[in-house]
C-alpha cells in the first residue's frame, strides 16, 4: 500500500496535488494499491476523487498522533509518501515507530533527517544540507505528466504566449501579467487553475484590452495540449515549467514563493528560460527583446525528459519490497 498524504490549498497552491496524482495513476498502472490523505480543500478533494482514488481528510493542525488510523494493519510494507513540502520531526517519528517506510519531496524539515527517501527534483541550492537515508537530487527526478510525450514540438518562433500560474495562483499575478501585457503584440492566451480566487481583478484588466487581445480558459482539460498550441509560457516556479521545457515550450518564470527563486535562476542557466523574479516586483522586459525561441525550444526537449515518473516509482516499489 502507497499512502500519499498532501497539502493542496489557495494558499499553498496544487503543485504537490498533481505532482502525487502523476506518480500515484504510475504505481496504479503497475498493480499498486494507492490510497490519498489530504487536508480538507473541496476543489483538491473533488480532483482526487474524480482520478479514482481513495481520500481520507486529516487535519492541518494537528502534527502527528493520527497517522496510525489511515494505515491498514493488513497493508504489506507500506509506504507513506508526504508531499507538503517540510516534514516535522515529531510526524516522522510517529511513521517510523508504526514500522512504515517514509518518502519525502524537496523536504528541509527536521523530519526529513529519518525519511528512507528525499526526493529532491526541486531543489537547486543549498543541496549539501538536505537530510535523509537516500537523497535524490536532479531533473532525471523529476515528475511529470508522462501526457506531454504526445504534445512535443520544436517552435520556431514568438507568436503565441500562454499565461499559466497555477491551479492557484495565490497571489493574484495572472492578473498582473495580463496587464503588462496588453498592449503587446503577442496573441495571448491565460489558463486559470481550480482554485483560482482573482477573476474580478483579471476580468477587469481583459474588459480594458481591446476585443479579442486575450482568451481566457479555466480549468482546461489537458493543460499539455492547451501548450501545444503556443510559443512562450509565462509561469510560476514549480513543476509547469519543467512540464512546459519538457514539451519544447519556452517560459518565462515568475517566483510565488521565495523558494521559487533557484528554479527560475536553473532554468535560466539551463538555457530553456527566462527568470522574471519574485512576484512582488517581476520584469517581463525580456519580451520586448529578440528572443531564440527556436534554440530555447530545443534546448528545453534535449535537458528535461519525462522519465522521472517511472524512475520515482521504481524507487518506491523497491522501497516497498
Keep these: 500500500m502507497f499512502v500519499f ?3 493542496s490549498s489557495h494558499t499553498r497552491g496544487m503543485g504537490h496535488l498533481f505532482r502525487s496524482l502523476t506518480l500515484a495513476a504510475e504505481l496504479r498502472a503497475r498493480g499498486r494499491p494507492v490510497r490519498f490523505l489530504a487536508n480538507d480543500h473541496p ?8 482520478r479514482g482514488f481513495d481520500v481520507g ?49 524537496d523536504d528541509r524539515g527536521d523530519g526529513a533527517e529519518l525519511a528512507d527517501i528525499n526526493i529532491c527534483a526541486l531543489m537547486f541550492e543549498k543541496t549539501e544540507y538536505l537530510k535523509g537515508k537516500d537523497v535524490r537530487l536532479g531533473l532525471e527526478y523529476m515528475i511529470l505528466n508522462p501526457e506531454i510525450a504526445a504534445f512535443r ?12 500560474l497555477g491551479g492557484a495562483d495565490t497571489y493574484g499575478v495572472t492578473a498582473r501579467v495580463a496587464k503588462w501585457l496588453r498592449d503587446k503584440p503577442f496573441a495571448v ?21 481591446s476585443p479579442g487581445r486575450f482568451t481566457l480558459l479555466n ?11 503556443h510559443d512562450l509560457a509565462i509561469t510560476g ?23 521559487e527563486i533557484p528554479v527560475g535562476h536553473a532554468l535560466e542557466k539551463l538555457g530553456a528560460a527566462f527568470f ?27 535537458k528535461v525528459g519525462l522519465g522521472g515518473v517511472g524512475r520515482v516509482a521504481d524507487l518506491l516499489e523497491r522501497l516497498a519490497a
Design 5 to 7: 498524504c498532501i497539502e
Design 43 to 50: 476543489n483538491s478533494l473533488k480532483i482526487i476523487r474524480e
Design 57 to 105: 481528510l486529516y487535519d492541518l493542525a494537528s502534527v502527528t498522533g493520527w497517522e496510525n488510523s489511515f494505515l491498514e494493519p493488513a497493508a504489506a510494507a507500506p509506504v507513506w509518501i508526504n508531499d507538503r513540502l517540510d516534514t516535522q520531526r515529531s510526524h516522522s517519528e510517529a511513521i517510523k515507530r508504526l514500522g512504515v517506510r517514509l518518502v519525502t519531496f
Design 153 to 164: 514540438r520544436l517552435r520556431q518562433s514568438l507568436a503565441s504566449i500562454l499565461v499559466t
Design 189 to 209: 492566451t491565460i489558463v486559470t487553475g481550480p482554485s483560482f480566487q482573482h477573476m474580478a481583478e483579471l476580468e477587469e484588466v481583459i474588459s480594458a484590452a
Design 219 to 229: 480549468q482546461v482539460p489537458s493543460l499539455a495540449a492547451e501548450m501545444h498550441r
Design 237 to 259: 516556479g514549480g513543476i509547469t515549467p519543467f512540464e512546459a521545457c519538457a514539451a519544447g515550450l519556452p517560459c518565462v518564470v515568475i517566483a510565488n514563493e521565495p523558494f
Design 276 to 302: 522574471a523574479g519574485h512576484h512582488s516586483a517581476f520584469d517581463l522586459g525580456i519580451l520586448e527583446t529578440a528572443i531564440p525561441i527556436r534554440a530555447m525550444s530545443e534546448i528545453a526537449m534535449t
